[in-house]
């Protein structure tokens, strides 16, 4: 079936330095969004993302997170500064319309925070 | 306390048995997803559910609005069943993200 596709898959940063993590999502999908997933715990909402918008973020996207989608470009989640409490796996996924979707998921970016 | 509350937390199987994961809701659910997490992170769309059932092969899930909850059966249990399953669900109240549940770390051995 369709696919999102996360890059890189991996990633080491040294604490203090930015990090931008990459998705493609669904090619005709509208609406965008972010995960966090700490080692051995469940899934956290981050953040979602229409019409070149956040439509609404939870209390783990911190003021040094954000994203934006230029147009014909990935889906970006940026981190500047990291801190190593943001070391968890990072899910990007993508649905075709709003409530009551169904939200295809990547494979995820591991990012170690050192 | 949580909003999706999976049972149980872990889970062993015999090859070839049956059993049921299930999530009970504490918000007004309106849709579900079932997802499997395989030991190197990567996540699967088991089911995607309106209220009804679905069945997929060895796999059937249920979703009952009313009584808030989700039941994910898997019947003659294989080794590649291994994972982590993950009920997720959309809601009224917090449409356009998904809240998910803990998940059921489910070990299927011959």
């Known amino acids: 079936g369709p696919k999102v596709l996360q890059i890189p898959s991996h990633q080491i940063i040294d604490m203090g330095q930015m990090v931008t993590l990459n998705c493609d999502p669904v090619s005709n999908h509208l609406y965008f969004y972010w995960y966090k997933q700490i080692l051995g715990q469940q899934m956290e909402f981050l953040v979602n993302?229409?019409?070149?918008?956040?439509?609404?973020k939870s209390k783990l996207f911190k003021d040094q997170f954000s994203v934006e989608r230029p147009d014909g470009s990935y889906f970006t989640l940026k981190i500047q500064p990291t801190a190593l409490e943001d070391s968890a796996v990072y899910f990007c996924?993508?649905?075709?319309?709003?409530?009551?979707?169904?939200?295809?998921f990547g494979s995820g970016t591991r990012l170690l925070v050192i | 306390g949580d909003k999706v509350k999976q049972s149980p937390s872990a889970l062993s199987l015999q090859e070839g048995t049956n059993s049921a994961l299930r999530c009970n809701f504490s918000i007004a659910a309106t849709t579900v997803q079932w997802f499997l997490q395989n030991p190197r992170g990567s996540l699967m769309n088991l089911f995607y559910l309106v209220p009804g059932t679905k069945e997929n092969g060895r796999l059937k899930s249920a979703f009952d609005s009313k009584e808030s909850y989700s039941t994910l059966h898997i019947r003659d249990a294989q080794l590649e069943d291994s994972g982590t399953y993950f009920c997720a669900a959309e809601a009224d109240s917090g449409y356009n993200k998904l809240t998910f549940g803990k998940g059921t770390v489910l070990l299927v051995s011959p």
């Open positions: 993302f229409y019409n070149g918008k956040v439509m609404e």
């Open positions: 996924a993508s649905s075709s319309q709003g409530a009551n979707s169904d939200y295809t």
